[in-house]
Nanobody, 120 residues
């Protein structure tokens, strides 16, 4: 089992920044990758950033590329999402997730989600 604790969400004005944190505990030695996903009202869940636990490979969709940065601290089993130049369309519930196997796109454990609201 892997437990995920998220923090850092909140209300911010357009153009502002937020930093989300997700601390993983439990069987973290099985972790292959961690990622951030979001789900906005009326939209499907989408990946906004992923990072391999070893190797440092990252992925960003075009919608956030250049504005969002994912990073991780392996010693702390923590992944971060730095969000800059936030836009109203970034408003969503953000989830962190852990992949425990090498299958691309398969995430096995999920956090509770944290609300990010961008005003104006």
């Amino acid at each position: 089992q892997v437990q995920l604790v998220e923090s850092g969400g909140g209300l911010v004005q357009a153009g502002g920044s937020l930093r989300l944190s997700c601390a993983a505990s439990g069987r973290t030695f099985s972790t292959w990758a961690m990622g951030w996903f979001r789900r906005a009202p009326g939209k499907e869940r989408e990946a906004v950033a992923t990072i391999s636990w070893s190797g440092g490979s990252t992925y960003y969709p075009d919608s956030v590329k250049g504005r969002f940065t994912i990073s991780r601290d392996n010693a702390k089993n923590t992944v971060y999402l730095q969000m800059n130049s936030l836009k109203p369309e970034d408003t969503a519930v953000y989830y962190c997730a852990v992949s425990i196997g090498p299958t691309i796109g398969k995430y096995d454990y999920w956090g509770q989600g944290t609300q990010v609201t961008v005003s104006s």
